[in-house]
């Protein structure tokens, strides 16, 4: 059964029931090869470790399917690149080649793959395309893949197949520890606004789940001090990769974005590094900390 909840002016849809997932430490660590399974769902979701594929021969791996390969920049950031192949084992390996040989530049730790029984070449085109679409949309991880099959004809029965597909993918991979494909959460009825000034710098935001979310149309300092490169690098290059992704555009916010926590939020706004618990204040002054 479904029910149906109002948050802000979107309408989003709940399942009543939690969901059953089982979740296997194939070598019984968490930092290894481990698998994730939907009640009731015939696909399967692989985290394997880069450093595991050689050695890997599950068949489990070779079959057809998408996958997420998870980067960490120098500056800490996150980005992601997102494929499919009829042999997923096989592409891995060829993604380990490509990089030795200098073909491929980012490094990724770990794979996300997520396998099904009745996947074919055209369904997962569809679904890379999905994926990619998606993650750009919630903007938390840079996305590294330059091209997808964007037209890729199904039928209608299909489509709303690879749908269901897409909702089991993002319930698992959030699960595995991946917000890739999780949007910027919205505000309720009841949010208390907080608000960052600086100058040239404005913006307005909110506690959110994963941390600090700062709403479209805030404006960032026209400027950076020395101080963040050096004391705040990690702030200082996710500026720069915000700036890059666009999801900072002429240095205002482009659309919600969802920081770590409230301090990131307030120094890459500011330009310099920052005590977000009193650069963030409601409307009448009162800091974060004295909430």
């Known amino acids: 059964e479904i029910s149906a909840c109002l948050v802000g002016s979107e309408m989003c849809i709940r399942d009543r029931y939690g969901k059953a997932i089982e979740l296997f430490l194939v070598n019984g660590s968490a930092d290894s090869l481990t698998t994730a399974e ?15 594929i050689a050695g890997c021969d599950r ?12 980067c960490q920049e120098d500056g800490g950031t996150d980005s992601v690149y997102i494929g499919e192949a009829e042999n997923v084992l096989d592409r891995l390996s060829q993604h380990l ?4 040989s200098g073909k491929e530049k980012y490094y990724w730790n ?13 369904l997962i085109r569809y679904l890379e395309n999905r994926f990619v679409e998606i993650a750009k949309e919630c903007g938390r991880y840079s996305v590294l893949t330059k091209n997808t099959y964007k037209n890729t004809v199904l039928k209608e029965a299909q489509i709303a197949t690879m749908e269901e597909f897409i909702d089991n993918v993002k319930i698992l991979i959030n699960t595995l520890g991946y917000k890739v494909l999780v949007p910027v959460p919205k505000a309720a009825d ?11 710098a404005s913006a307005k935001g909110f506690i959110s789940t994963g941390g600090f979310t700062v709403l479209s149309g805030s404006k960032i ?15 200082y290059n996710l500026r720069n990769t ?16 969802e920081f770590s926590a409230p301090s990131a939020a307030s120094a890459v706004i500011l330009g310099h590094t920052s005590n977000g618990n009193v650069d963030w204040k409601t409307e009448d002054g009162t800091r974060l900390k004295d909430l």
């Not at 939907?38 to 595991?52: D, V």
């Not at 793959?113 to 996947?119: K, Y």
């Not at 009841?190 to 040239?200: F, I, R, S």
């Open 97 to 100: 080649r490509d990089y030795q």
């Open 242 to 257: 915000l700036i890059k992704d666009e999801v900072i555009k002429d240095g205002v916010f482009q659309k919600d974005y």
């Open 190 to 200: 009841d949010t208390v606004y907080l608000y960052c000034k600086g100058t040239e």
């Open 110 to 122: 770990t794979a996300v793959i997520f396998v099904g029984r009745d996947l074919n070449k055209a």
């Open 59 to 70: 068949d489990d791996i070779k079959g057809v399917g998408v996958y997420f390969l998870m």
């Open 38 to 52: 939907l009640s009731n769902w015939n696909g399967k979701a692989i985290k394997i470790p880069r450093t595991e």
């Open 221 to 235: 300092s026209d400027h950076t001090v020395p101080s963040l490169e050096t004391k705040g690098k990690g702030y």
